[in-house]
Each structure stands twice: as C-alpha cells, then as structure tokens.
C-alpha cells in the first residue's frame, strides 16, 4: 500500500521494503520513498540500495560519498582523542558505502572507532547530493538513503522538494534562462540564509579572493532531465561558485548567480515534505528530481541524531535538459523535414509508379505529379540527403540543409514563396546552434505569418467579388457538399462576402497564437493547412501545408515518452494516411496530402502525449541571453524579405500569396506603399502569338473550375475569374493558353516584358509583339522574324522606326534582376468578362 507524503511529493509504502519489488521504478516515478518501522541490518541496507543505479565499476573512494577531507565542511567529526578527521572515518569497516552522520557520541557501533560527531548547522540548506564533490571518474548518485537509528526528541527532520514541480511552476522566460545556463561548483562551503535557499551575500571582489584558494571540481546543468525524462532543478547554492552562459562561456558573478539559485531554490521549496524520524524509518530521493535540507542542529543540541546514510555514484549521465530538449527536437524535425524534401524531388511519384510498373496518365489536373524536371544526379543527391537529414546529428543535419539551400538558390527565381521561407529558415540551422535555432526558427515563422496576414489587406482581396478568398471556400464546399445539394442564393452570398474577412482574421490570429498560445496554435495551424492541403486544384498548396508543418517540430520542446492517447492516434495514423492517399490519387497523384497528414499525425502524436518544457497558457520567450551577429544577419534578412514588395524589389516569391498586392504600379493597399525603391517603365500588352508569352501571362485558372463552382461564384457576387501564372513559373504547369483569337491584356513591368522577350527568343521561333508604354500610350510593333521593331505614337498616325534603347533592344537582365525580380502580370478583364472592373483578380 503506497500513501501520498503530505506536499504532494514522494509516498510512504506501507509494505516490508525487503519485499517490495519494482522499487527503481517506483523511485523513479515518485521521488521520494519512505518506509517507517523497518529492522534493517547495514547488509540490508546496502543490498536494497544495490538494487538503485550505482557504479559497480567505480572504486570505493570514490564511490560512496561524502567526501570531504579533514577540517572542512559543516559537520565536525573528531576521533577519540578529538582530532578532526574526514569523512572517510566514519563508514563503517564491514559496509563502507553507509556513512554515520549526525551528531553525539559513537562509542562500539559496527566496528568503527569511538568517537564524537558535532554538527553545526544553523541554518537550513538545501541542496541535491553529489554535484559539488562527485569524482571526475564517475557521475553523481541516482539515489540517496537514510536510516534512523537514533532520533532526539526534537527537532532534526529533514525536508524535502520536488525539483521537477519547481522547474514546471517557472514562467517561461526564467524557464528559458535557466535551461542556457550551468553551474560551476567547488568545495568551499558557503554560509547560507536562514531560508537555506541561496548563500549570504558577500562582495564580488571577497568572492573573487575567496574563489581564487578554492580549485573547482564539476560543472553541471542547472536544469537536467531527470530520470523518467522530464527538466529538473539540480543545484546545491552553498557549494556554487559561479553560473555561465553554455553557449558564450560568460560567467556571471558571485552576487547575480546566488540571486538567481535563490529565486529558482525559493520556488522549489514553495511545497515541502517534512519528515520527523522516529527510530528504523528509512527514505530513499532520488537526487535527480529533488532537493533536501537539514533542519538547525540548534533545534535538538545536546541530544543524540545518529543516522545511517548510503550516496552511491552512479553510471548514469547527467543529461542537459537544453540539449536532450534540442536533440528530441531535431531528430523530429529532421525526419520530418525529410519527408518534405523526399516529396519536392517526386520520389513518391517515382516509388508509385516503380511499385505499380506502369506510368500513370491521368486525365483530371495533375499538379503534384508535374514538379519541376529533376537530373538523376540530383534524384542521387536529394536521397543521400534525405538518409542524413533523418539522423539528429547537427553536423548531418547542416549538410542536408547546405545543398538543399544551393540548390533553391540555383533553382531561383522559378521558386515557390515558401520556398524562400524555408531558405530563410535553413539558414538558422546551418549557422546557429541548435539551443539557438529552434526559437529563432520559431521567431521566423511567426514573422512569415503576419506579413501574409498585413499584406492580404488590399482593395483587391477585401472586394467579394475579386478576392481569392471565396475561391477557396467555395471550392472546398464543392468538393465536401454531394451534387444533390444546392446551397440557396443568400448562403452563397453570404460565404462569399465574409470569406475575405474571415480570411484575414484567421491569417492574423495564427501568429497571434503561436506567440502566446502555442500549443493551441499548433493545432489551429494544422488545421488551417489541412483545408489549404485539401482544396482541389489549382489552390491545393500541399507543398506550402507540408513545408510549414515541418517546421512546427521546433514550436514546442519534447519530452520523449507518449502516453496512451498518442498511441492510439498512431494506431489509426495508417488508416488516416489511406484515406488521405485515396483521396489524393482520385485528384491525380497529390502526394502532398498524405505526407502533410502523416506529419500532422506526429506532430500531434508529441503534442498531446508529452510533458512539454513551456506552459500552453504563457506565450513563447526568445532566448535573451545572447546577441550575436548571426542571429542579427538573420534576422535582418528575414525582415527585408518582408518588406520587399513595399520596396519594389519582389513580386512573384514575397510573401503576398493570394493578396492581389499592385507591386510594380500605384498600391492597392489599404496602408502600406509599393515600389518604393523602384521606377519601372509599365507596358500593356496588347498581343503576342508566343507561347513563351501566352502560357505563362496570364494563365485563366477558372477554366479548370467545375460547372457548379462557377456557377456558385457568379450567384454568389464573385467575377469568377483568378489567374495563375506563378503555377507556370514555379512547376511549368500551364492552365490556359493565352490564344491569340481570344488574347486578353495585361500590364507588365519593363523588366518582365525583357524577361519574356529572352524566353520567346530562346525557343528560336518568329513572333509578333504589340504593346503600349504607359502613360505615354505609343504602341510598339515588334517582329521577331526580321527582327523589326516599329513604334506608333499616340499623337501621329505614321510608324517610325524604334530607337535603340526601346525594350526588345535593351540589354539582358543582370544576374541579380534574373534571380530576384519575378513580377506577376495584372489582367485586364474586359466588360464581358467583369464589367467596371477597377482592381485585379484573384493572382496566384
């Protein structure tokens, strides 16, 4: 019968301790054990603590601690002819692991020689065994032991804390601190406060003297996990010389690190157990998640406290809780953000259609299956990069990253918008520490987050009838709602008139959530990605779902064990990824939805199943203790990329996906400007018979929407109309050729207009150009069979010849205008199609 300890920490077993089985898992799962009333011989005692970790490898001395030499310590223990001695005087001949501590005489118990313990504590002092004086040779004691065999009538309880509650009941930023920070120890005692929580304050500069004659011995965490793999606090203040920063070496001074144990010290011992001894109780801690204290010797002087204690050293490591954290982090991530590039290369594709051993032609649209053209050399690459980027070593994990960076930086402008994000954020992982990544990678994202969130808040996107917002509603309502229902005129109106409100709030509350209510964020996340995941084409951003997801691993630190209601998602997780797989075949092969599925699918695995290091309900703190240029440079870049479209420099790859955002003319923002640092010469383009023009600009999505989806929009107020020429930049998919019997206009900027120009000439086929210069309105007539370029100005009705510096003469793009300036074209519907028409469609 085990019985809860008051304080809530540790229990009393009311059974025989010799025939308790199961007592590390026990210790282990509560802490402390205590057993009243037991008859123990020293053999007993050393046999029951043999069933704890202990060294067995290790010698004795340096095995069973303490281990203080002559004359030092708190706790005098003098021989005979009272002469100070070690501690090593007072183990016992025949059992040298227990250790007589206490205070009174010592006269013929158990062989050892007569003598006198005195102890001289005035204060409290709490601690955790071990720390200070373990041997380099060893790790410090899994467990403690104490045996009663002599009580006074008052006064020498001990008192306990649980250091894992207390690591829990920090707020987040302290949380923080602390996992970043270790403790330099040393023998020199330090005189505590009354409270036994921190040492008295004494000037730095005594300190610094002090610590001068005092050699260290250890350096440990400040938070570890302990051993049923959760953060605690480990730390002894009278024994602690110093605290540093793991990740810059500084090293606070004596004031500001006794402060902190203190503040940290006092928050664990908020709840204790007391425990009085009466003669044979018996109680075991586990040093790994609590803390202890002594009571003043003041409290029982002149009578006797004898007491049998065993501190083995142990076998088991002293784990940081930053860098397990970190390490159950990364090696989640990393497996995760294997799948997304397994899925980017078309290896599940390839797999399918290898298993299958035929290759599939599918009639409906194919966006998955068409990913951009990859060699074998990189088919090669991206799967040796994909075996390291499955294993948690930084150093693999960096690799992978490196290449995977090259090759978008290759592959550019021709990339999606979260392609650059994940650029950005794999330069976090390839230059910070991985203590440093994650919240920086987290910082990113939240920063992604609301820039797409100001940036829908156009004319456009907030007009019902252009944004892409109901697009998107109603192509899922489409997609769940049976044909044999028809949702009435008002509902469709009313869908498609908040659709772009509701859009924006949603977009602006991830990030608002992920700051401060991350774990619910998370989820909300998710679930936002798994309607864009499984919205028919051409708006099923799977890619974009999957690659976000990814990314959430380092939301949230991981404990490492899942509790049954994870294990049950994970039992329905193969039948989940069926249905999502089936329902991406009947699409035609969009791989994309079960990945992200199955990522979803461990990602909420971890979430609810773990002890997580912050609280759901605080908001996420940014490690503070250290500026570095690193992190600065990134951060900056981060940044710029967000304010790129207000300077005009990025269009096609800005974080502006679906904001119908004017980038290259006047803004259609409601706050913001566009195209500061930028003067482009704006063109129309009135025709061209080149499919280098007419299968990228401008690219009529709504031709592939289904007859009811149309005919939804049009009830519902909408134009019906979006346009989709990034889809042709970034995975060559054209929706709808721009036919020269039916060539609608567009606005371009001059730069675009060159880019194209180079295109249509590299597929050395003649063509004929005709566009106007805005504002000037002179229409130019540009023939590429001959070459021959002629302009009709809008005050003459003669051609004259085009000077040299007219567009299809100007020179080719820079390297940098080729890699970074990607513009979108603006649409100009005509009355048939949209009457009145002010702004642009829906853009994507």
Request: contains cysteine.
């Amino acid at each position: 019968m085990e019985v809860r300890l008051d304080g809530g920490f540790g229990v009393e077993v009311k059974r025989d301790i010799l025939g308790v089985k199961g007592l590390d898992a026990l210790l282990k799962k509560e802490g402390l054990v205590v057993f009243r009333d037991v008859k123990l011989e020293p053999s007993d005692e050393e046999a029951v603590m043999k069933r704890l970790p202990w060294d067995n490898m290790a010698k004795m001395k340096d095995l069973s601690g303490p281990y203080n030499a002559a004359g030092t310590g708190i706790i005098e223990r003098r021989n005979a002819k009272g002469e100070i001695v070690g501690c090593a005087r007072w183990k016992l001949p025949d059992f040298p692991m227990i250790q007589i501590q206490g205070s009174g005489e010592i006269v013929n118990h158990y062989e050892v020689a007569d003598g006198e313990l005195i102890s001289k504590w005035s204060t409290r002092e709490f601690h955790t065994d071990g720390p200070h004086d373990t041997p380099k040779c060893t790790y410090p004691p899994v467990a403690t032991s104490m045996y009663c065999i002599e009580t006074p009538n008052t006064g020498g309880q001990t008192l306990f804390a649980d250091s894992r509650r207390a690591f829990c009941n920090l707020d987040d930023e302290t949380k923080i601190l602390a996992l970043s920070l270790d403790v330099i120890y040393d023998h020199r005692f330090r005189p505590m406060l009354e409270d036994g929580c921190r040492a008295i304050p004494i000037s730095n500069d005594k300190a610094m003297v002090d610590d001068e004659k005092t050699p260290i011995t250890n350096r440990w965490p400040l938070v570890i996990l302990d051993r049923d793999s959760q953060p605690a606090l480990y730390l002894g203040p009278a024994f602690s010389r110093c605290l540093i920063e793991r990740s810059s070496g500084k090293r606070w001074n004596a004031e500001e690190s006794q402060a902190f144990l203190g503040k940290l010290m006092r928050i664990a011992t908020t709840n204790v157990y007391e425990h009085t001894w009466k003669k044979n109780d018996f109680i075991i801690w586990d040093n790994r998640r609590s803390v202890h204290s002594a009571t003043p010797s003041d409290m029982y002087k002149g009578q006797r406290r004898i007491i049998h204690r065993i501190r083995m050293s142990s076998k088991e490591p002293i784990v940081p809780a930053a860098h397990a954290c970190t390490a159950v982090q990364l090696d989640l991530y990393s497996r995760l953000w294997a799948s997304q590039q397994l899925l980017a290369s078309g290896f599940f594709e390839f797999l399918f259609e290898f298993l299958f051993s035929q290759k599939e032609h599918s009639t409906t649209f194919n966006l998955a299956s068409q990913t951009h053209a990859r060699t074998w050399l990189l088919w090669i690459l991206f799967l040796s990069i994909m075996t390291l980027g499955a294993s948690s070593s930084i150093s693999f994990l960096r690799f992978a990253h490196i290449v995977n960076f090259i090759l978008h930086a290759i592959k550019l402008p021709m990339v999606w918008d979260y392609e650059i994000w994940d650029g950005l954020t794999d330069l976090s992982i390839i230059f910070m520490s991985p203590v440093d990544a994650a919240p920086l990678i987290r910082w990113q994202m939240i920063t992604f987050y609301t820039a797409t969130a100001i940036y829908k808040l156009t004319k456009s996107f907030l007009d019902p009838r252009l944004s892409c917002a109901p697009i998107f509603v109603f192509s899922l309502l489409d997609s769940m709602i049976p044909t044999s229902i028809q949702p009435s005129s008002l509902i469709l109106q009313f869908f498609n008139t908040t659709a772009p409100f509701l859009t924006v709030c949603v977009e602006a509350a991830i990030p608002f959530c992920l700051t401060y209510f991350p774990r619910f964020g998370i989820c909300f996340a998710l679930f936002f990605h798994f309607l864009i995941a499984v919205t028919p084409p051409p708006n099923n951003a799977g890619g974009f779902s999957v690659s976000v997801a990814v990314r959430y691993a380092l939301f949230f630190a991981l404990g490492m064990k899942l509790r049954t209601s994870s294990k049950l998602l994970l039992l329905f997780a193969p039948i989940l990824i069926a249905v999502a797989f089936i329902l991406g075949r009947a699409r035609g092969n969009d791989w994309a939805l079960p990945v992200y599925v199955g990522i979803s699918i461990a990602l909420l695995s971890q979430l609810f199943s773990c002890h997580h290091f912050f609280n759901s309900k605080n908001k996420i703190i940014f490690n503070k203790n250290k500026i570095s240029w690193l992190r600065l440079l990134i951060k900056s870049l981060t940044i710029l990329y967000t304010l790129l479209p207000i300077l005009g420099l990025q269009d096609m790859m800005a974080p502006t996906m679906f904001a119908n955002l004017r980038v290259f003319t006047p803004s259609n923002h409601v706050i913001l400007p566009t195209n500061l640092l930028q003067h482009h010469d704006i063109v129309r383009v009135d025709f061209v018979n080149s499919l280098a023009f007419n299968d990228v600009h401008p690219n009529r999505a709504d031709h592939i929407f289904s007859d009811r989806l149309s005919s939804w929009l049009k009830v519902g107020g909408h134009s019906g109309l979006q346009f989709a020429p990034y889809v042709k930049r970034a995975i060559n998919i054209t929706l709808h050729s721009n036919l020269p019997e039916a060539f609608l206009p567009y606005l371009l900027p001059d730069l675009e207009l060159r880019r194209l120009l180079a295109e249509a000439r590299a597929h050395s086929q003649d063509f004929s150009l005709i566009y106007t210069k805005l504002p000037s309105g002179d229409q130019v007539h540009y023939h590429a069979m001959n070459n021959s370029c002629s302009i009709l100005s809008s005050t003459s009705s003669s051609y004259i010849t085009c000077p040299s510096d007219e567009l299809p003469f100007a020179p080719p793009l820079s390297f940098w205008q080729d890699k970074f300036l990607l513009f979108f074209s603006i649409p100009i519907a005509p009355d048939a199609l949209f009457p009145n028409a002010t702004e642009i469609g829906c853009l994507c």
